[in-house]
């Protein structure tokens, strides 16, 4: 069955500096998609970045890149330049592949404290 | 409108009530997914419909979870003879298809509070 482990339940960061949140996945399938959400106390769920099985190149959206290591099964998100507002829960979540449903399998989260 | 909108914001019932939460998606949204999100927990797969068909609920844990999309846009969740523990929240998303690379985008989630 898949399965999503982020091992790091809380991290804090200076602001300013660069941070990377772990992920690691385990699917025995070769074609999958790889999402990074963030969760502010507000409760909504933000879509981040995606990165898919077959894609040559690891994903990068503004200060959001993925660390994207397939050999090793791990997806980490890198922020860069850390904000205040970056503060939140992050999920690292897979699409369950050759599925009709395409829901996604999300990890435990990892809470994310950024200092001033 | 422009986002997921699911209503209400908050809900509190009490052990043996039902319940109905709401989810309005994006305008256009083929896939509808809902998720229910333990306290400090990643959100767990509830169901899913492509249109106006349940294609997946095997994610809802008992027969007393029910969702419907009867004209393939709005979805409602209902909950019969609530429990404690259907104490959580409750995130709906919409996809434009089911392409393995399209996002989904997630309404802010009903929290409900069975006393």
């Known amino acids: 069955a898949q399965k999503i482990t982020q091992t790091q339940p809380g991290m804090f960061v200076q602001e300013k500096e660069a941070v990377t949140l772990d992920c690691t996945y385990d699917t025995s399938d070769p074609s999958y998609g790889l999402f990074w959400y963030k969760q502010p106390s507000s409760g909504e769920m933000i879509f981040l970045i995606y990165q898919g099985s077959y894609d040559q190149q690891n994903a990068t959206e503004g200060r959001y890149s993925l660390n994207f290591q397939k050999a090793r099964k791990s997806a980490n998100l890198v922020i860069s330049a850390s904000q205040l507002g970056d503060s939140a829960m992050y999920f690292c979540a897979m699409r369950e592949p050759n599925g009709n449903t395409g829901k996604l399998i999300f990890g435990q989260g990892t809470t994310l404290q950024v200092k001033p | 409108g422009a986002g997921v909108s699911q209503s209400p914001r908050y809900k509190v019932a009490k052990r043996g009530q039902d319940v109905a939460l709401r989810c309005d998606p994006i305008?256009?949204?083929?896939?509808l997914f809902w998720y229910q999100q333990a306290l400090g927990q990643g959100p767990e797969f509830l169901t899913y419909f492509q249109n106006e068909a349940q294609l997946d609920k095997s994610g809802l844990p008992s027969d007393r979870f029910f969702a419907e999309r009867p004209e393939g846009s709005v979805s409602t969740l209902k909950i019969q003879r609530t429990q404690q523990e259907d104490s959580a929240v409750y995130l709906c998303?919409?996809?434009?298809?089911?392409?393995?690379?399209?996002?989904?985008?997630f309404g802010d989630g009903t929290r409900l509070s069975i006393l």
């Open positions: 998303a919409s996809s434009s298809g089911t392409e393995s690379n399209q996002p989904q985008h």
């Open positions: 305008s256009g949204h083929v896939s």
